[in-house]
């Protein structure tokens, strides 16, 4: 949540049939974490979407 809360655009977590804020702690720990989300990055700038996956990359285990 820390690494996407400065971006202007809006990221989704979605995680089976549900999806959360990314930028919502409430619901990120409304998920299981223990399996595979899928994160949804809404923004027509390239840069911007550069830039969160840049922030957003020590996280990721799969692709």
Known sequence: MN???????????????YIIDAKSIMGIFSLNLSKP???RIISDDENEI???????KP???GE
């Open 59 to 61: 996280f990721i285990v």
């Open 3 to 17: 690494a996407v809360s400065t971006c202007a655009c809006d990221i989704d977590i979605a995680a089976d049939r």
């Open 50 to 56: 550069s830039d969160v996956i840049g922030k957003i």
């Open 37 to 39: 989300l899928e994160i």
